[in-house]
Each structure stands twice: as structure tokens, then as C-alpha cells.
């Protein structure tokens, strides 16, 4: 029912700057949150950074000042806009969105497949 595209990885030196964008598809729901994770080698998957259905937007404490997240209603996109990228950035990124299914009315994660950011010193 919800299909996520993602985009906007890559290799970057440090103090650089990259563009995720996370697209939804699909019918029979209404999205919520919308947020990144991420997840390096060996390491647990984090929260980096949400924005409810409303606006509000929360972040990891490493990457404040520096990410911004943002969303399209209207494309279905999120958005993660890194600036002054750092080594310890680097990890696989992966978009969540919780939607509300119509049909049984309930909710549901769905994720990307990941896409990998890399910071270079």
C-alpha cells in the first residue's frame, strides 16, 4: 500500500553538504510521521531526526544546528538537508513513515531500502 523511494546518498569530504529525499506511493492511506535513521557498522540503528504530521520536528543532539529535516505534503516527500558533514556522519541513512491504513484502520512503518552516506576526513 505505501511504497518509499529514496534518494540523495553518497560520498562527501567533511564540512560538506547532502540531500536525502524520501518519496510515498500509493493509495488507502494517510501519512503521519516522517523521519530518518541511521546505522553504522556495528552500531544500532538511531533516530536522527522527525517531523510529525503537524510540523514539529525533533533531532539527535550530534546533529543539531547542522541537519534539517522538512516534508512536501503535497509530494509526499521528506526531506534531510545535512550541512557541515562530519566522518561520524557516515552510515547507512533509511527513511521510516507511519501511515494510517483506511482499509481496517490501522497503522503500519514502513521503510526505504537504506541509502549510504560517506563522510571523508
Known amino acids: 500500500q505505501v511504497q518509499l523511494v529514496e534518494s540523495g546518498g553518497g560520498l562527501v569530504q567533511a564540512g560538506g553538504s547532502l540531500r536525502l529525499s524520501c518519496a510515498a506511493s500509493g493509495t488507502g492511506f494517510r501519512i503521519n510521521a516522517m523521519g530518518w535513521y541511521r546505522q553504522a557498522p556495528g552500531k544500532q540503528r538511531d533516530l536522527v531526526a522527525v517531523v510529525t504530521s503537524g510540523g514539529s520536528t525533533n533531532y539527535l543532539d550530534s546533529v543539531k544546528g547542522r541537519f534539517t529535516i522538512s516534508r512536501d505534503n503535497a509530494k509526499k516527500t521528506v526531506y534531510l538537508q545535512m550541512t557541515s558533514l562530519k566522518p561520524e556522519d557516515t552510515a547507512v541513512y533509511y527513511c521510516?513513515?507511519?501511515?494510517?491504513?483506511?482499509?481496517?484502520?490501522?497503522?503500519?512503518?514502513?521503510w526505504g531500502k537504506g541509502t549510504l552516506v560517506t563522510v571523508s576526513s
Open positions: 521510516k513513515v507511519d501511515a494510517l491504513i483506511f482499509d481496517g484502520i490501522y497503522t503500519k512503518a514502513y
